[in-house]
């Protein structure tokens, strides 16, 4: 989601074909869609288009709707429910932690003073190495990746991972942990082609959640780096 400009690229090259036809809103959903795919996720997401971008700004309202990393696992799966995706639904989406990396400052707190003890010894040693002070500067660019095998994969490695005790975040390990959500974490360990099932169809109801339609929204020229309405956010932005 920080790449705007090449959201921006896609719409002026649409604008010239057909104008004030597609939306920034259907250009961003299709876009997280086709990158899934780009990263080894699941080969077709039967998106629907016709979302209209909103007329004001809604970024206050993300943190208000999207999981925050030290959220409970039930706070996160409340939040998930209330528009529609069910346990097995978000087990999935959380499996975009299969790509990505994660800033030492939202790390240290699992590191220091103590280990949090159910990190895996070793993996903790690893990520003392890449996050040496429980104090890092937030600006420098001190991070570890989610996956250190099969690093810009959309594969179920996340989830052998933090079976191993290998989950980055509070919320990955709390997935083994939670009773609703550690049959599921097993189930996609163990079969690639039904984790990546089960997130396509994660991915399209939240791709469908709140749409703006006819007289609720327009269709913009651009897309400001600010405005962008919520219902069109997909979830590799909560990564």
Known sequence: MRNFKYIETIKQALEKECPNTVSCADIVALSARDGLLWLGGPIRIEMKTGRKDSKETYFSEVEKYLPNHNDSMSSVLSRFQSIGIDTEGTVALLGAHSVGRVHCVNLVHR??????????????????????????????????????????????????????????????????????????VVKMAADNNYFHQQFARAMLILSENNPLIGDQGEIRKDLPRDAYHLSNQLVVAFV
Request: contains cysteine; hydrophobic residues 30%; charged residues 25%.
């Open 111 to 184: 590191l220091y003073p103590t280990v949090d003890p159910t990190i895996d010894p070793d993996y903790a040693k690893y990520l003392k190495g890449r996050c040496p002070s429980p104090n890092p500067d937030p600006e420098a660019v001190l991070y570890s990746r989610f996956d250190r095998e099969t690093t810009m994969i959309l594969d179920n490695m996340y989830y052998k991972n933090i079976l191993n005790k290998k989950g980055l975040l509070i919320v990955d390990q709390e997935l083994v942990t939670d009773p609703n959500t550690s049959p599921f």
